[in-house]
């Protein structure tokens, strides 16, 4: 019997396959799980997550704002400095 995180990856794996027939079908809002293997501080995870659940929100649509509407290049400049 497999376990907990092998039923979340082929869970994960059939809705990325869905997402990706809706896609090729020509649906234009399309939504693919993800899951971000990534270290992060524990005090900025729990702040997403508040942040979130205050909001009624996901962490991902946190994430998704701050991509779409934050220019980056200052962070990049001082990433590469460091």
């Known amino acids: 019997m497999p376990g907990s995180a092998a039923r ?3 869970s994960r794996q059939s809705r990325y396959e869905a997402a990706q027939a809706a896609k090729a079908a ?3 809002n399309v ?3 993800v899951q ?3 270290e992060v501080d524990e ?6 997550r508040n942040m979130a659940t205050q909001h009624g929100l996901t962490v991902g649509k946190i994430l998704d704002f701050i991509a779409q509407t934050q220019p980056l290049d200052v962070l990049a400049q001082q990433a590469k400095a460091e």
């Open 8 to 10: 979340k990856r082929k």
């Open 31 to 33: 939504w693919v799980p």
């Open 43 to 48: 005090n900025t995870r729990a702040t997403f």
């Open 36 to 38: 971000m293997n990534t």
């Open 26 to 28: 020509g649906d234009k």
